[in-house]
């Protein structure tokens, strides 16, 4: 078999860590499997690299920091095949553009354009095991070094696992698996043997970082097998992600996840004329701002209130696109002291009373919600950021997750 790893930061975190990875790796090269292992930076290495910029400036050039992050995830890639070909296996580190990966020019959050599995192949014929940074790729245009958004190591092993088309992608982390919510946020939460694309990718894209949301939704594109699991016990099997017809329970709620990352834009007293929301909303799509929960109500003599969250690291970017419509709203404000609980679960599809019981279980607690939106398989609901853990463990008891 053709196996993608991917290591994330806690699991490359220190340099007994790397070695227990490359113990990981060992054990399945002898079980004749051929291996690509991506990896990301040691822990806490793209955070320090990112206070560094900082220092110098508030807007640094987003090419300069994806250079400057691209580094963390490099150093780890050489340390690891250096210690594997130390003990008898034979192994090459490669940057993203060594292993092909093409991107657009969105700096910090590049989209992969297209893969170039040869450099790969080639090393994968004389028995290599190939480590390849992750999280990085060159930009078709300028042939830059580019990033693809925060944890987006996941997302270079997919995409990988889906060009070369191994037979399974398996993400290694802290937690041996994708479990009822965080379970460092309610120690009563339940390990799931498997979960749909469709369930994984709303829990993802609304808080539970486990997996970067992105990646989720390109292994469903490329119909990956996606597994998700722990480097500490390796022994210990993850959890699937998979097609739903997979999966013959079919619970009503699967999941809770919790995003604090989130800030609350209001804007009152918008002047109220047709296309106004398009204007609005086009400027942010433009600016690569990912919006969700809007609310409009009407407000006094002919204007309008909005209300809307975006994810925290666009609200210097969201300031920007504000500006340009200060003279049509009578007040611009930002709220940081919110946080989004969602449940999430196919059943509702086919459930009634879903969304009242989770309304009840947070008034039970007197928290007060302040934007609710829902789809056909989750309900996301604002709360103020000191009731997030409360709210998280009210709901997983409301659903009886722990049983
Ligand atoms: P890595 O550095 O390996 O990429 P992350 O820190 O990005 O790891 O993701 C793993 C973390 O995700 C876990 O430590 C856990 O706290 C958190 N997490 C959030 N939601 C869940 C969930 N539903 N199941 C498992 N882990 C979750
Ligand atoms: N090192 C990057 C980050 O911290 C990418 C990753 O770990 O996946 O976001
Ligand atoms: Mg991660």
Not at 60 to 79: Q, Y
Not at 133 to 150: C, H, I, N, W
Not at 351 to 378: D, Q
């Amino acid at each position: 078999m053709l196996k993608v790893l991917k290591f994330g930061g806690t699991s490359v975190g220190t340099l007994e860590r790397i070695q227990n990875v490359a113990n990981i790796i060992k054990k399945i090269k002898d079980e004749g499997h051929d291996v690509i292992a991506v990896v990301s930076a040691m822990s806490g290495e793209t955070n320090k690299l990112l206070e560094y910029a900082a220092n110098f400036s508030n807007n640094p050039e987003a090419n300069e920091i994806d250079m400057l992050l691209s580094s963390g995830e490099r150093v780890t890639s050489a340390l690891l095949s250096i210690a594997l070909n130390e003990q008898g296996y034979k192994a090459t580190s490669m940057s993203g553009r060594e292993a092909g990966i093409v991107t657009d020019n969105a700096h910090t959050k590049a989209r992969i354009e297209s893969i170039d599995t040869t450099n790969m192949k080639n090393a994968l014929n004389d028995g290599k095991v190939i480590i390849v940074a992750g999280f990085q790729g060159v930009t078709e245009d300028s042939k830059r070094v580019s990033t693809l958004g925060r944890g987006g190591s996941d997302l270079t092993a997919v995409a990988i696992a889906g060009a070369i088309e191994a037979d399974v992608c398996e993400i290694y982390t802290d937690v041996d698996g994708i479990y009822t919510t965080d379970p460092r946020i309610e120690p009563r939460a339940k390990k799931l043997d498997k979960i749909s694309y469709d369930e994984m990718l709303e829990l993802a894209s609304l808080g539970a970082k486990v997996l970067q949301n992105r990646s989720v939704e390109m292994a469903k594109k490329l119909n990956v097998n996606l597994v998700s699991r722990s480097s500490f016990t390796p022994e210990v099997e993850g959890t699937l992600i998979t097609k739903e017809e997979n999966i013959m329970e079919k619970p009503v709620v699967s999941g809770i996840a919790l995003d604090r990352n989130q800030v609350r834009v209001g804007m009152y007293g918008v002047i109220d004329r047709p296309g106004i929301a398009s204007s609005i909303f086009t400027a942010l799509a433009d600016a690569n701002i990912n919006v969700d929960m809007i609310v409009q109500t009407r407000g006094l003599d002919g204007t309008t209130d909005l209300d809307f969250t975006i994810p925290r690291t666009d609200w210097e970017d969201c300031k920007k696109v504000m500006e340009k419509f200060k003279t049509e709203t009578k007040n611009i404000d930002y709220n940081d002291t919110i946080c989004k609980v969602s449940i999430v679960g196919v059943g509702m599809k086919s459930h009634t009373g879903v969304a009242s019981k989770a309304f009840s279980a947070l008034a039970n607690e007197n928290i007060n919600i302040r934007i609710i939106s829902t789809s056909e398989i989750k309900i996301s609901m604002v709360v103020e950021e000191k009731y997030a853990e409360l709210a998280v463990r009210a709901l997983h008891d409301a659903y009886n997750l722990d049983k």
